[in-house]
């Protein structure tokens, strides 16, 4: 069922590459079209304005001019020809009366055709460009002087009374518009060229990304990903593909580990203790109490082992609630120092310690667990004739306890090591130093219950000191 569903998203899912290049696509598709819109308008207003003061000024221009057309008392019919013919090809109308208010010349009369012509070419233009534009001709009445200042006559200038774009305008209107959509194109063919890049750029370290987690899937976890890309969260996540395949590698070794060691920890003991049993009920040895007492230790021993185990699945299964009550630490270690000495003095080994009065709240049970797997650790890992030295302090932010003794100490290599469970440093699993390295992962795990933490410092030969700090 859950296959089926895996291959129902791959089909519905996408390549990055696509949602990029799509992604990118749409949105400079949006921003010009956004950008187009207020350049529309933008332009458009300006443009407007453009032709309105252009076309006043042609009209002012028309009326300086006009005061030419009537000399030595006759109308200069050409001048007025000229100047109405070069009217319209702006758009603008020219009619002139004498001062009887009779016709002297029109663009309408007398150059019909032509003037039909340009209106209606700038009526179908402005169609073109204002779906119901207003077409209302609107006229405006001058008076016209004579040299002496007479009023001879009177002009009728006539324009629409909207804006308007002569065919120049319309030109130069269609330029900008293809000018815009060819910058738009340009931007979109741009853009995707460049989204090509930039997705190619994420997905080509993903996907080996993609093919390195199938490696370590496969269980293969000793191959790496060598690859640097110029992305920092891409290199940031190969370094965690990696990381965590050096993890899993670490984790697939110590599993291992953990069969021989779980293995030889109980083959060790139920050897002795078949072979003591074999000896007696054979007749050949009596059931001394010595013997007996040496058939127990082997049987604590498994006893320990299977204890161990069974903290480890209590942690596993979340069973770590604390019981708090308030403990004076001194108290509680020196009571945890006079039940471990016997097995320093079997070593000749020296426990001195410097004990505040401090008053903590822990649970009294898991928390001296924690300092007898620590302690039993220094001494089994402390030669003979050497010492182990245990302080409590309190510093401005902690309360401190600190367990150092003068053993083999610890690698440098191994100290990343040393908590996680099954790890153990040595691997010689002679009787001094059995076990299956479950002791500091589960110290751990209590001190950070606690809400505190484990420091480790240690040097090869010179020994190793633990700090709880809570």
Known sequence: MEWGI??????RAKSINIKIIRSFTIIIVLTILIIRVFINVSFESAFEKYVDQSNKSEVNHLVFDLKHIYKDGDWDIRTIKALGEDAISKGIA???YDKDEKLVWSIFED????????LKKINDNMEKVEKGWNDKFKEYKGRIYDDNGKIVGYSYIGHYESTYYMENDMEFFNIMNKFMLFIALIAIVGIVIISLVISKSISSPISKVSKMAKVIESGNYKNKLEYTSNIKEVDELIYSINKLADALNDQEKLRKRLTTDISH???TPLTSIKGHLDVIIAGIWEPTNERLVSISEEVLRITKLVNDLTNLSKLDIGQDKLEIENVNLAELVKNIVYNYEIEALDKN????????DIEILIDKKKFSQAIVNLLTNAIK???DGGSIYIKTYKDEKYTNISIRDTGIGIPKEDLKYIFERFYRVDTSRNSETGGIGVGLTIAKHVIELHGGFIEVNSDIGKGTEFVIRI
């Open 111 to 118: 150059e019909k055709m032509l003037s039909n012509n340009i």
């Open 349 to 356: 080994i020296n426990i001195d310690y410097e004990l505040k």
């Open 6 to 11: 895996s291959l129902g998203y791959n089909k």
């Open 94 to 96: 020219l009619k002139v």
């Open 265 to 267: 920890e109980l083959r």
């Open 381 to 383: 890992y402390t030669t």
